[in-house]
Each structure stands twice: as C-alpha cells, then as structure tokens.
C-alpha cells in the first residue's frame, strides 16, 4: 500500500539547459514550466486539453503541458515559447504573427506559434486545410483565426528562413 | 489544480516485468497511466477516484506496430499520430485513420494512446467503433501469462472492463482481412475538431456477386453505455439486398438496438435518428 | 514635417513583441514575496437562507484567513449602477455560486482541498430561471415586481396604424446566453493594509470601475485605492464589471492577513460557472406594412434576463432597445422593454451590449414581413432603409451621409448573392437533391458607438499626454488594451496629430495612480470617443510648446526634441490634458428616452452563406462577408481583425455555443462542452470597408467598430438556413438537435 507520494527529483532539458527538479510525480508539466522555472510564457487556458494554449514540445512532439505530468519528462527535451527565438531575432512564425495581425489579446499567442512551427516543420508548404486541422487544438476567441492563416502563409513564404 | 497531489502518487516501473510485478502485488493499489489525456482531466478537475498509478509510458514492450502476414499488433502505446503515420494502416484500416485523425487536436493525437482509449472505456471514445468494425482483440498481459480476448466482449457494462486489475492491455490485434471491405465513418460533435461525439459511427460491409450484403459490421459510440457493435442490425442485413426495403427495416432495427439517452451533449431523439440517418447513407454507398 | 502620415496603415503592434515571445505579463504570470492564494466558497443552490457554516476537521485551519460578510469594513455591495450586490451573501442566497466565504492560504493544493472542506447549509426557497417565471412572477425575487428596469421609446403614433395596414406580421424570437470565453481567465492580485489602502492589480476592462467599488467596499479616499491594469487576455465585456468583485475578494483576504499579497485566479470550470454571460433575451414583434412594402409601424417588446444581481442590466437593456428598430425609416415605432431578474447568475456585458439580441429578431422578422408583402428581403429593406435626414426611432435626425442601399449592393456583389439566391432554391428544390441543402441570406444592421445618450456627457472623460526631454510622448489614459490594439491606434492618432515619428509614441499602463479617469474600455468608445480626446491631448502639448515661443508653426523631430527639452528646464513637466465636449447640436430626454442616442453609427450588411447536413442537421458557414462603413479606418489589419473575431463570436452565438443550465447552474462549464468554433469550423470571413468620415470622430473622422461584427451573424446565418430548408427558425442558438425538430415537424 501507499499513502500518495514524496516529491521525486528528476531531470530534464528546457530550451537547450537541463534542469534538476524536486516535484510532485504527478504535477502538471505547465505548473513545473511556470512555477518551478518561472517561464510562464506558457499559459493555461482550460486545463482539459482543449484549448491549446498550454502547447509546449517534449523532444519534438506537440503537446498540451496541462496534460502532462512532469514524472514522463524525466530525461525528455522540452522546448517552449521561450526557447523558440533566437538570440536577437524572432522566428520567421512570431515575426509573421506580429506583421499580420496574428495576435490580439497575446493569451493564446504562445501556444498558437508553437503549433504553427509545428505544423511547417511537418508540412512545409501546407494547404488551407492543412493548416485548418493543424491549428484545430488550439482555441482563439480574439480573431477568427483569419490573421493566425494570414500569418502561417507568410512564415513560410518566406522561402529560406527557419521556421 | 483542484485536486490534492500529495493525495497521488505515480511511479515508473524500469520493466514490464516489474510493472506486472506491482500489479500483482497489490491486487487493485495501482492502475496503468499512460499518455494522461483523459487521467490529467479528472486530476484538473478533482475527480479523480484512484490514487496510485504506474506510468507505463516507457515500456518498449507496449509500444510498435508489427505488420504479420495474417495480423498486424499494435501496441497499447500506438499514439493517434503513429497510427496516420503508417502506411498498412492507412491501406487497409481507414477507419481507425479517419478515427485517429478526428480525435482532439494534433497535441492529443501526440500523447493519447489506443490503449488508453479503450481501457479508459468511454462510451464516446472515437477508435472503439472502427477497432469493432475491424473484429480487433486484444492481448492482455499479467505476471500469470498472457491471453487474447475478442474486443467485442471487452467492454461488459458502463466503464466495466473484461480485465482483472492485476492485467495491462499489451497490444490490439487487428486481423489483415479487409480487403473487399467496404468502409464509412462518420463522427458527429457540433464542431469539425476537438469534439466529444454525440455520435460515432463505424461501419463495413462486403456485397457478394448477387448485390447481397454478405457481411455488415456496424460499430457505434455514444449510443449505449459502452462502444456497441449492433449485431442485431447486422444479423438483418445479411443474405440482404440494401434496396429501399431493407434499408428501412434495417433503420427501424437499429433505432431498437441501441439505447441512448439525453445529456447536456445531445438528446437520445437526436442520437436514435442520426444513427438511423447515417446507417442509411451507408447501406445508400454500400449498394452503388 | 518629414512624418509619414500612419492612420490608414498597418503599423507594427506596440505590444507585438512581448505577445509572440511569451514575454508578456499577465496576472496570473506574477508573483509576490510572501503571497497568499485565495478561494471562494460558493453556494450550492439557487436561493435560500444560509443556516450554517461548518469547517471539517482534517484541515489546519489557524493557518488559514477566512473572510466573510462580517470582515467588510465599508459597504457590503459591488458598487456600479445600483448597489444590489453583496461581495458575500451574509444571509441570503439568490442564485447558485453566489460568494458566501474566502479563504486564503499559501500552499494552493491545499486551500482547494479546505474550500471542499467548508460545508454551507442552505434551507432552499422556490427560484425561477426563465424570463418567463420571472415576467409571470412566479416568486418575486427582486423588488417589488422582478423588473430591474423598464424603458419606453414612442415615436408618432402606432396605435393609430394598425386600422390602415395593409398588413400586420406578428414574430416571436429569442436568443440564450452566450459565454464571453476569453482565453484568459479572471484573475487579480491585491494587497490591502490599513495604513497604505488598497492595490489591485489584474486582468479588466475598466480600472476605474474597480477603483469606484472598491471605495465603497473599504470605506477608504480615493487617493488610498489604486488598481493597476496587467495585460489582459481577452475580455468581450466579461471583465467589464466582474473584475470589481474579485478584486474586492482578494483586497479582502490580503487586509485580514495583515497585508499580504493574496492572488486569485479563477479555473475555467469556476469562471464559466460564477460569472457574467450574455443575457438570454425574447422579442415580439408586430409590425404594420403596406401593399407596396413601407413600414408604417412597429410595436416591439423586448424582454432580457438579467439574472439574480441589477448589475449592468438597464444599459444592456438600453443599447438592446435603441437599436431594436435597426436602420429603417419607420414613422411610428413604440419599444416596450424590460430587464427582469431570474436566479442565476447575473447576466453581464457582452460585446454587442443587448444590440445582437434585438438586432436578430428584427432581422429574422423582417425577412417574414418580406415574405409576407410578396417582396424579396432586399427590395423590402431598401423600400426602408434609413436616409441622411430621416429620423430613428429614438427620434435622431441623421445628419450624415448613410447609403445602406449601396452596402447591400457592394455586399451582394462580393457574395453573387442573387445568382445564388436563385441557383441553391432550384437545388434544393429538385427530387433527390444531395444530403446537404445550401441557402444565402443576409441582415443590414447599425450600431452606435459611445455611450448612450447624455453618458459620455455624465462620464466626462479626460485623457492626458506627457512628453519627456527626449521628445517622446506618454499617452495617460485608463482606456486597457485586451487585444484589440487601443495602444497602436492611440499612438497613432497622437502621432498623425503631431506629425511625428510613430515610435515616438507609446502608452502608459492603465493604473489608477498615474493616469486619468478616460471611462471604461467598452461599448465601441475607445478609438471614437477617447481616440479623439488623445488627439486633442497631444495637439495640447503642441499648442503649449507654441505658446510658449519654443516651437515653430512647422517643425521637425529635432526641433521638437529641442522645444521639449527646454520647456520641461525652464516650467518642469510638459503635460496636456484634454476632457470629453459634446459635439454641438447634440440633445438626448433620458425621461422620454428621445433624441440623439448615439454620436454616431456605423452601418453594416452581412452576407453568410450556409450548408444543412440533412443527415446529421449540422449547419456550416460556408462564406461570410461582412461590409461596413465605419468612418475613417485608423489601422486596415486591426481593425479587419476586430470584425473577423466579431463574426466568429456571432457564428459561435448562431450554431455552436449552447448553455446548458439545471436548476440554475450552467453544468457543461468547461471547454470541453460548452463548445466554440474552431479554425477547422470557420469560413472565410471576408471582411470590405466603406469610409464615410465622422465630423467629430479622431484621425480624420472614425467611429466605433468593436461591437458592430457580433450584431449580424446571427439573423444573417438563420435568414439562410430558412432559404436552405424552406424553415424559419427563431431561436438562437439553433443546435443540430433543434434542427432536426424544425425539420421533422414541417417534413
């Protein structure tokens, strides 16, 4: 038998810097990010998996952090809204999003971006449906989604520039 | 968060052999974890009842596909995108393509697993219908040895499971016998993505030289208390013509078959005659 | 003057940057030393007295602060239009998840396990839910009659026309409600201690509106209370009052703690449960027309449900009434309306304001009144249409150049609409047609921006600019950016203004200690009605440097740089202030609710194009155009982005999103359930401007647009499906299960 657990350690890497953590097994990756690491640019918009907002990549995979708990990323890489800049510039997805309207009220914005650059790292070149079902796990209230297609057309337009 | 982690615990067995080891152990202490998308909801919404889980994500043994000749296994980990990813799969199971495709959004069909979708017995789960249609078993693994069970007997009552608690669920076999099938799926949820079905329809039927139905498979969600394969219907339509006549009586069958009911998702009146609706469409398709 | 001009030009963001690198700070993304989190117990029923409050053992609770009706030391009672609403039911409960007791405590885990922990026993008395119970009395739950407020507009005579008809088409409509689900949830941070008053800062609409209600909830001056504006995910009118109540909550807690910071952030399930939505409304119609197709009169009564709390019902229900005879030249017109209360939880702003709902039953009718002339819904309209010098129905002489006639027309071009109209009729019609039934339909519509009437003359908002040595200049405004640009817009109305360097220019964060009270963020006010006081603000600076011989009629960047530079040494700060005029000529009888109700409009047509699925009643919007005239566009990609967002709430209105109450509480609050279109759902929405510059509008004559786009969908998607399916349904929103009855019982 068991009385619930101890905090556990593990490690993990988070945007290119590995990282120790003391924490509960089974806490949410997003609470991890955002409280443990203070990188809260990841956000929670429904904790059920339905919104989005809360997409963070675990070694290459699009996932909803909310839905996550921190003990399966023991040993991962994981890549968020922070880690997706370079160093001065922006993506060639975050800059489209901003030249095309993309983002009104911000919230949804990172995980948005973060299921565009996976969308084109999949399918470079995608169609208007393709982009559609790429983007359907991620809710915004703010655009219609118009500016967010606008702006996936742009990023890869721009024929030579990374994702 | 609404619920109490310390209350939780989740441990990673190294090997299968230990996981099967625990469960044996402590007969009904834990319970798989898989990819967490339907158990990380309940632990969001404080409604999750047991307390202590083996995340078994890791497990090599639970994951892969494996095309045989006669067969192709899929491991209980198979995720909603490894199942678009594959190519005998596309080619002969479209179903369970068109399933995995439509379930939640890409970052779920990255984590969900097919093994998880069936152990976690919902009624609306969208890969049941098309895992029915397919005749699909299961094989499920304990530290007393391993057994095969039909997927049809699977689910015995409203999240009751043929399966001990001392059991993982190893791999979904789907027999390699499709060929002539002739296939329809139709999910139904308001919305085109991220839907709950109010109704998921599966189906496949083969016509013999004649234009007579030799085998119809019907394999519906959110129309009883579990995934319902209506054998029923399916008993009517055999040796059968899908003209005008039987289409009628075969949607008058059906509408008796299944027993859904009103929820804050849809109503039973709804649910009865959709399913009627689209059993029609496809018996429509089935006999051009 | 080497300054390009920026109005009309898709500028970069101000806060671009920040939003795509996830550098942004919302609430929830700030933390405090030594912070408490709080929680709020909520009542399980609908209405009854309070006869217990018990904490469970198992739960350390001296190490908890516990707040309730008796820890208020000013007035238990949100402050905004009436003062009906406790911060927590001391004794009386009237709709379900109403507050009844905080709880702050350091470890959130466990605070949700105490909050489980407090058991409230309620001895329940009989509540009503619908505006039906309510108007019948079937309890009387608020005042002596349920009615929050009622409103009269009588313009001629209409019960003189009814004898000289040619015809009388009666028409009942209503709409659900409908939630705002931005994507941030509510949340403040606050901290409150005797000596220094109290700080929240948090995610809203209108600081200054908390700012007020929090000054009657401590008994404090208002130099002790300060609210701060953190960037804001979303708001649609849901954090237009709700904000003033948790802030109270956690200001409440952090005083009884001795101070500390406490933060509360509500969960989506809470949020879409406790808080505002678009109030449920009913519409009758009757109007009289004659046999060639004019409006003689129309006798509308509108009905909304305001829920438990007085809240902002009577403006919901004002904006509702004003444009409930949309843009038509009736003569006579009599609008009887009523906001009455129910035990649920209080119905709140929603982006439209009360116009959607009243707007979709006058666009559903007259389609029916069309029919019944013998007349298409487009000759019928444009026989009514409303012309520069005609009158509303409030009575207002319009006084600028409205050509409804020639959106129709630009609309229908856009959407080939008459081919359509006709190709989908033949289809649909024919034996054996496909599953799937197509139909086109469309709705005309205006709305005005501004608050109604004399209320930007009672607001009197003021905004101030503030330049620095640099030359660079600070916007101080109260006016919140929550996604639909107000920073961008603003700098670049003080921008063109000054004929300088947009970049020169940026905003300063709403916060009630540094900037001046410009009005709440809502009702299509803030590039209209504060744009222009910003404009007036920056010339202020401009006129000041001039009057004060250090600037020339002409000059550029340096010279304007210097002009600062040696003001702000030789005076000390270089600031303008600007407050709220009325236009002249401009006259409104709140008494007989006559006059000019609205500053201005702007007018639109909205075509959508629509597909049945008779097989499973799903509707899908196939095509939407949406073609307005606005004034003067101020940023073309903002401002299309607005209406886009607009369209896709109304879409979501029509056909997706479906409250689902028992006995009082919505049960399917989660995203899950309570379902809104995704990128997979919507159409193109093709969004045209026409520009017919407003007089006393900024940048060379804007209006409001921010709720036009949620007024049209609705009837325009319903007057479709009814082309389609030959079915005129009512209701919204009309769910495939209501569908499917239509057609069934007209099969």
Request: net charge negative.
């Amino acid at each position: 038998m068991t009385d619930g657990a101890v905090k556990v350690e593990l490690s993990c890497t988070v945007n290119g810097t590995s990282q120790t953590l003391r924490v509960h097994p089974l806490a949410r990756l997003l609470d991890v990010l955002r409280e443990d690491l203070r990188l809260t640019g990841t956000k929670e918009g429904c904790g059920e998996g339905e919104c989005g907002a809360c997409s963070v990549f675990v070694d290459g995979e699009l996932v909803n952090s909310c839905l996550v708990p921190v003990l399966q990323v023991a040993g991962a890489q994981v890549t968020t809204i922070e880690g997706v800049a370079g160093e001065a510039e922006l993506s060639a997805v975050q800059q489209a999003f901003i030249e095309c309207g993309g983002a009104q009220c911000g919230i949804c914005t990172p995980g948005m971006i973060l299921a565009a650059v996976n969308l084109l790292a999949h399918t470079p070149q995608p169609t208007d449906a393709d982009i559609r079902h790429g983007l359907a796990g991620n809710l915004c209230r703010c655009t219609g989604y118009m500016k967010i297609f606008a702006a996936v057309v742009r990023a890869c337009e721009r024929a030579g520039v990374k994702a | 968060m609404r619920a109490y982690l310390p209350d939780y615990d989740l441990r990673a067995p190294k090997t299968l052999a230990d996981a099967l080891d625990l469960l044996a152990r402590d007969a009904g202490v834990w319970r798989a974890f898989a990819g967490g998308t339907d158990l990380m909801v309940l632990l969001e919404l404080g409604a999750l009842a047991h307390k202590n889980f083996l995340s078994i994500r890791h497990l090599p043994e639970l994951r892969g596909i494996e095309v045989a000749p006669a067969e192709i296994a899929l491991g209980a980990l198979t995720t909603y995108t490894d199942i678009q990813r594959n190519e005998t799969i596309a080619r002969e199971f479209p179903l369970l393509v068109a399933a995995a495709r439509e379930t939640g959004g890409i970052a779920i069909q990255n984590r969900g697993t097919l093994g998880g979708n069936i152990v976690n017995a919902s009624p609306a789960a969208d890969t049941p219908p098309a895992l029915l249609v397919y005749d699909a078993e299961l094989e499920l693994v304990s530290a007393s040895g391993t057994r095969r069970v039909a997927y049809r007997e699977f689910h015995t009552g409203y999240k009751q499971l043929n399966m001990r608690p001392d059991e993982l669920l190893a791999r979904i076999l789907l027999p390699r016998a499709t060929g002539d099938l002739k296939t329809y799926y139709r999910k139904v949820g308001t919305r085109k993505a991220q839907a709950i079905s109010k109704i998921c329809f599966a189906a496949g039927a083969r016509l013999g030289h004649d234009g007579r139905i030799t085998d119809a498979r019907l394999g519906l969600g959110s129309v009883a208390p579990t995934v319902l394969r209506c054998t029923r219907t399916e008993e009517l339509l055999r040796e059968r013509v899908p003209d005008a006549a039987t289409i009628k009586e075969a949607c008058a069958m059906l509408a008796q078959e299944i027993t859904p009911i009103d929820d804050m998702r849809s109503t039973a009146d709804y649910r009865t005659r959709v399913s009627a609706n689209l059993l029609s469409d496809f018996l429509r398709q089935v006999a051009h | 003057m080497q300054t390009e001009e920026t109005v009309g030009k898709p500028v970069p963001r101000k806060e671009g940057r920040s939003k795509v690198t996830g550098a942004a700070r919302y609430v929830d993304d700030l933390s405090m030393p030594g912070m408490l989190h709080g929680a709020t117990v909520r009542s399980p029923v609908a209405r009854g007295r309070i006869r217990s409050v018990t904490f469970d053992d198992g739960i350390p609770w001296d190490e908890f602060v516990v707040v309730t009706a008796k820890d208020i030391p000013g007035e238990n009672a949100v402050a905004l239009i009436l003062l009906d609403q406790p911060y927590l039911a001391d004794d009386f409960v009237n709709h379900a998840e109403e507050p009844i007791l905080l709880l702050a405590h350091e470890d959130k885990h466990l605070l949700e396990r105490a909050r489980r922990a407090v058991r409230i026993e309620i001895e329940p008395l009989p509540a009503i839910f619908t505006l039906e119970d309510s108007l019948a009395q079937t309890e009387i739950i608020w005042g002596e009659d349920n009615v929050f407020k009622s409103y009269l507009v009588d313009k001629g005579n209409v019960d003189e026309v009814w004898p000289q008809a040619d015809l009388i088409v009666e028409g009942e409509y209503s709409t659900g409600a409908q939630e705002q689900l931005y994507i941030e949830t509510n949340g403040v941070i606050a901290v409150a201690n005797p000596a220094e008053g109290v700080t929240v800062w948090g995610s809203m609409q209108c600081p200054y509106y908390v700012h007020k209600a929090l000054l009657k909830l401590f008994a404090l001056p208002p130099e002790l209370v300060r609210v701060v504006q953190c960037e804001t995910g979303g708001g649609f009118g849901g954090k237009e009052e709700y904000p003033s109540m948790i802030g109270g909550h956690a200001a409440l807690l952090s005083l009884k703690s001795g101070g500390r910071p406490v933060k509360i952030i509500y969960d989506r399930a809470e949020d879409m449960a406790a808080t505002t939505k678009r109030h449920p409304s009913r519409t009758h119609h009757r109007t009289a027309v004659t046999r060639d197709g004019r409006l003689l009169g129309m006798e509308i009564e509108f009905v909304v449900d305001g829920g438990a709390y007085a809240t902002l019902s009577a403006v919901v229900l004002s904006r509702g009434t004003i444009h409930a005879a949309g843009p038509y030249n009736c003569p006579n017109v009599r609008i009887r309306s009523r906001a009455v209360a129910t035990n649920v939880p209080p119905h709140g702003a929603f982006r439209g304001f009360g116009a959607p709902q009243s707007i979709f039953a006058l666009e559903r009718h007259l389609d029916k009144v069309a029919q019944a002339v013998g007349l298409s819904p487009e000759e019928f309209r444009q026989r009514n249409f409303i012309r520069e010098g005609e009158t509303t129905a409030t009575g207002q002489v319009i006084r600028e150049p409205v050509d409804m006639a020639g959106l129709v027309a630009r609309a229908f071009e856009l959407t080939d609409y008459q081919a359509k109209r006709e190709r989908f009729a033949c289809e649909n019609r024919e034996a054996g047609a496909g599953r799937v039934k197509r139909g086109i339909g469309f709705a005309s519509f205006m709305h005005g921006a501004g608050f109604t009437g004399s209320g930007e003359d009672y607001l009197k908002s003021v905004v101030g600019a503030e330049a620095d040595r640099e030359g660079r200049v600070r916007i101080l405004a109260a006016s919140t950016e929550i996604g639909q640009g107000t920073y961008t817009i603003f700098a670049q109305i003080a921008s063109d203004a000054l004929k300088l360097d947009y970049d020169l220019f940026e905003m300063a964060q709403p916060d009630t200690g540094n900037v001046p009270d410009s009005g709440p963020t809502v009702a299509s006010r803030t590039c209209m009605i504060v744009g222009k006081l910003v404009e007036s603000a920056a010339l202020g600076l401009r006129q000041t440097l001039q009057t004060a011989g250090l600037l020339a009629d002409e000059y550029n960047v340096a010279e304007w740089r210097e002009a600062c530079q040696r003001y702000i040494e030789q005076y000390g700060a270089l600031k303008s202030f600007s407050q709220y005029k009325p236009p002249p000529g401009v006259r409104w009888d709140d008494e007989k609710y006559e006059g000019d109700a609205y500053g201005a409009y702007a007018w639109a047509v909205y075509v959508a194009e629509v597909s049945v699925d008779t097989l499973t009643y799903e509707t899908r919007v196939e095509d939407f155009v949406a073609v307005q005239e606005v004034g003067k566009v101020v940023h073309p990609v903002l401002a299309a982005g607005q209406i886009e967002g607009g369209v896709a709430q109304a879409i979501g209105f029509t056909l997706y999103e479906n409250v689902v109450w028992r006995d009082g509480r919505m049960v399917n609050n989660g995203m899950t359930n309570y379902v809104i279109p995704t990128s997979a759902d919507l159409p193109s929405i093709r969004v045209h401007f026409e520009e017919q510059p407003y007089q006393h509008g900024p940048a060379g004559g804007a209006k409001g647009i921010g709720e036009l786009p949620m007024d049209g969908g609705a009837p325009a998607i319903l007057n479709a499906i009814e082309h389609a399916t030959g079915i005129s349904f009512t209701h919204v929103p009309l769910m495939p299960e209501a569908l499917m009855r239509g057609l069934s019982e007209n099969a």
